[in-house]
């Protein structure tokens, strides 16, 4: 009976202490405050079944269309596209293999360049066998190593598979192979040209493990796809949860840490210019810049890989549908606007960011500056209004 | 008045509800720890980081490496001690103080479900749980009648205390006019079979959830306190968690407040629950050891004084604490000064994006940290909206930075963070140097304010 009593006075004492001020103050917030998920789109349709009072049914984002129209004219496009420039690339260095010219050379160089630019498009996609295999590993991880490549090739070593050689291979070290092996081009192609030049098998080797692995991921999809497109649950492995991780992953640290900061010296005492993509080409730094940034905002606008002027569902549709404003303004479009002010200051950098860096830093910081910006709108804003967790934590909520 | 207290004091009542309270806490705590483990979570939790976010005051308490997981060993056996009872009050103690150790390590992994373990296993080292049908009754030869009918209420009180607190919490604007943060997590709940297309998607449905789950909270305690609503309150109590269970990442959560609230029924639904128990004891005793009887069996009076003394010093404490943020200006949610251990349960999606930046006063020379170079993903989420971790962390990375050699150290952070639904704002003053704070229990002035005001508790 005590007991009850004090718990009688207890919550006598709570209710008056504040509840009575709550009443008439709470009314006026609710008009401020959007309310996410509140769908009182025209797309609502009255259903036959019900009563006159049955609901109409709930508006739903069509998950499927967005992840199939991701997979099949996005990243498999993407990928083949891919493919095709990286093949021609191979059969130039074939041909250079065979007769290491200069004329050969220059073919190889702008091969090289025509796939690392459509590379651009696809190192975001580390998913399904490209995740398995450690693809985006082992094609584009800069700086290179360019120790182990020298040792590799000295020793005639050229097992590739250990994961310390993913940092000397790829990409990158072909730039080394094409661009770095020499102070200019008679020096380098003497490299190619002596007697059973190791450099020249390097270069095949490295060449011919892209293709694989290209090979190895592409050839996976068709039957990836469709595991892909019917994953659209909202859990740790689901296609979308993934994908969304990974795009917004690969912003951060691909794109604007990798590609800007890291050289410009944002995250180190001091600017580090040899730290940039294709150090030893160098004047494309800004070209490969502004394809990727130009991939990014495809993908999230949703235009198709092959042609701009077929969308489909993406980020963009899906913050529309869920009414995600910031500031009064669609969520999606501040970000689509964001990447287009990152591209235009990416724009007046100069070809070369190590002569960006050694000049003039300060525009580099700003653009690195303007990248940011997205940044907090899509790993905070976005994946609140899509409550997509930016890393699946194995524990207990609350 | 005085003459009704002490009468209450020593009114008597069956041990049983205590007895089965026993078994089953016991059990419980020892399954959540299995499944702790199991998960792999000792390791990821608490071994693998190389850096641990404290509580303030108890920045000594650390992890033992490889050992955590005798740590984790001890809580086991000890709770699987308490549900026989064996040795129960020893037993209960070292629960407690490894399970709280655990707790303190880091508080990343802060949740009220834990909290409630800490400060239930407290209140239970003053009870006599070992009363009858233990262990410890065949050793001493000697087991209980009766028991003071309060220990048995003071189980009750606890448990009232965190439902109708986490109910009070639950009266606020974001909560009740805009259906926050439940409506942006329902919809998410899209991929529920049946339901999640159709029910979680309705604005209605996250009202009316709203809602009910505040009056679920405010109304529970008493529909179990009552005979004539009992069974009822227990059927909402077995669906309310299991539904719970199936929206959100809660692990045992449901399951040890379902089994708590047990606590409500009277002695004669426990004294069955014991007989189910005793088939399994029986075998045991028949089977296994030797018959033994207990002869001695007595009414147990009364506690020591300071035992009761220091329960009624805690349920004091239990009953202001959790109203400490008064006391600090700003909001709650976004401050979050005075927010844990206060029974506030799933009131808030926060997320945030905070960015250190290392700069040298003199040369004006500045860098940004990566804060996957030292924080797990977890960590690092945690991390991004809460005052007091931004503090820490940006003076371990100060006292990171200045190891390495670098010197004339400030710590500026560029934060940004969203809480329910609002668009994310600036939430740390950016031109503050956080190596130059320190952690009290003062308000910290360094945090911008919402600009918005949530109404109510």
């Known amino acids: 009976m005590k007991q009850r009593v004090f718990l009688i006075v207890f919550i006598l004492y709570l209710s008056c202490s504040k509840s009575s ?86 073919l190889v160089r702008s091969n090289w360049i025509t796939s690392y630019k459509s590379w651009q498009h696809i190192e975001m996609f580390n998913i399904g066998m490209a995740e398995e295999i450690f693809y985006i590993n082992r094609m584009n991880v800069y700086p290179l190593n360019v120790s182990r490549v020298e040792n590799n090739i000295s020793s005639s070593d050229f097992e590739i598979e250990h994961p310390n050689d993913y940092p000397a291979q790829g990409f990158p070290a072909l730039d080394y192979l094409l661009f770095g092996i020499g102070s200019n081009d008679s020096e380098i192609l003497e490299k190619f040209n002596s007697e059973n030049s190791s450099y020249l098998m390097y270069l095949v080797i490295i060449t011919n493990k892209m293709v694989e692995l290209t090979n190895i991921v592409i050839n996976d999809w068709p039957s990836y796809r469709d595991v892909f497109i019917a994953s659209t649950e909202n859990t740790a492995t689901s296609s979308i949860n993934k994908l969304t991780n990974d795009f917004i992953y690969y912003y951060e640290k691909g794109f604007r840490a990798n ?60 913050l529309e549908f869920l009414q995600t404003t910031k500031d009064g303004n669609p969520l999606g479009q501040l970000i689509i606007d964001q990447f287009e002010i990152a591209k235009n200051s990416i724009n007046e950098l100069n070809d070369d960011f190590t002569i960006q860096i050694q000049n003039d830093n300060l525009q580099m910081l700003l653009t690195y500056d303007h990248i940011q910006v997205a940044v907090v709108l899509m790993k905070v804003d976005m994946l609140q209004a899509l409550n997509i967790n930016v890393d699946y934590i194995d524990a207990d909520g609350d | 008045m005085f003459y009704r207290i002490k009468n209450y004091y020593s009114k008597s009542a069956d041990p049983a509800p205590l007895v089965v309270f026993r078994i089953f806490f016991g059990i419980m705590m020892l399954i959540s720890i299995i499944r702790f483990w199991n998960n792999g979570w000792i390791k990821s939790l608490y071994i693998d980081p190389g850096f641990h976010f404290t509580y303030y005051g108890f920045g000594w308490v650390k992890d033992f490496g490889e050992y955590t997981y ?43 479900h834990y909290y409630s373990i800490s400060v239930l296993s407290f209140l239970l080292c003053f009870l006599p749980l070992n009363a009858k049908f233990s262990l410890d009754n065949y050793i001493k030869n000697r087991s209980y009648k009766t028991v003071p009918k309060w220990t048995v209420d003071s189980i009750k009180l606890l448990l009232f205390i965190i439902y109708f607190y986490a109910g009070i919490a639950k009266i606020n604007s974001d909560w009740l006019l805009n259906a926050m943060p439940l409506s942006i997590w329902l919809p998410s709940k899209y991929d529920l ?73 009277d002695t004669k639904t426990h004294k069955k629950i014991i007989s189910l128990f005793k088939i399994v004891t029986n075998y045991l005793n028949n089977k296994v050891l030797i018959k033994r009887k207990i002869h001695n069996t007595r009414e147990f009076l009364r506690l020591r004084k300071y035992n009761a003394l220091i329960i009624v010093l805690f349920f004091i404490f239990q009953i202001i604490f959790p109203f400490r943020y008064f006391v600090y200006p700003g909001e709650l949610f976004w401050n979050e000064q005075g927010y844990r251990f206060s029974w506030r349960v799933m009131l808030i999606e926060k997320r945030g994006y905070s960015n250190f930046k290392i700069v040298d006063s003199v040369s004006k020379k500045f860098f940004y940290v990566q804060n996957e170079d030292f924080l797990t993903d977890y960590q690092n989420k945690q991390m991004s909206f809460q005052p007091d971790f931004i503090l820490q962390y940006a003076h371990y990375l100060g006292d990171h930075f200045s190891k390495q050699g670098h010197k004339n150290i400030q710590v500026f952070v560029d934060s940004h963070v969203a809480l329910n639904g609002r ?22 002035n360094w945090i911008l304010p919402l600009k918005d005001e949530i109404k109510g508790f």
């Open chain 1, 21 to 106: 001020e709550n009443v008439d103050e709470v009314e006026q917030v609710n008009t401020e405050q959007t309310i996410q998920g509140n769908q009182t789109t025209s797309e609502t349709t009255s259903t036959t079944v019900g009563t006159s009072t049955a609901p109409s049914p709930a508006p739903t984002f069509d998950r499927e269309s967005m992840l199939i129209f991701w997979a099949d004219s996005i990243i498999v496009p993407a990928y083949q596209n891919f493919n095709t420039d990286l093949l021609i690339l191979s059969e130039s260095v074939n041909a250079f293999a065979s007769n290491p010219s200069e004329v050969n050379l220059d």
């Open chain 2, 193 to 265: 079979p049946v339901i999640g297309e159709s029910f979680m998607q309705y604005e209605w449905v996250h009202f009316l959830m709203s809602w009910g789950g505040m009056f679920y909270d405010l109304l529970i305690p008493f529909l179990l306190l009552y005979k004539r609503t009992r069974v009822f309150g227990f059927i909402l109590v077995v669906f309310f968690h299991s539904f719970t269970k199936i929206l959100f990442p809660i692990g045992m959560f449901p399951y040890i407040m379902i089994i708590c609230s047990l606590i409500f029924f």
């Open chain 2, 70 to 112: 005798l740590l984790f060993l001890i809580c086991a056996i000890s709770s699987l001690l308490v549900a026989i009872g064996y040795r129960y009050r020893i037993s209960i103690i070292i629960f407690f103080l490894s399970f709280t150790y655990i707790e303190l390590i880091d508080k990343t992994t802060y949740l009220n």
């Open chain 1, 259 to 318: 590609k800007i900061g890291i050289p410009a010296g944002v995250f180190s005492a001091d600017e580090l210019p040899e730290l940039v993509e294709a150090y030893y080409k160098k004047d494309i730094s800004k070209t490969l810049a502004l394809e990727a940034i130009n991939a990014i905002s495809a993908f999230f606008k949703g235009q198709a890989y092959n042609d701009e002027n077929t969308t489909g569902n993406s980020f963009k549709t899906y």
């Open chain 2, 423 to 444: 668009d994310s704002k600036r939430f740390i003053d950016p031109n503050t140097d956080l190596y130059n704070q320190t952690e009290s229990f003062k308000h910290k």
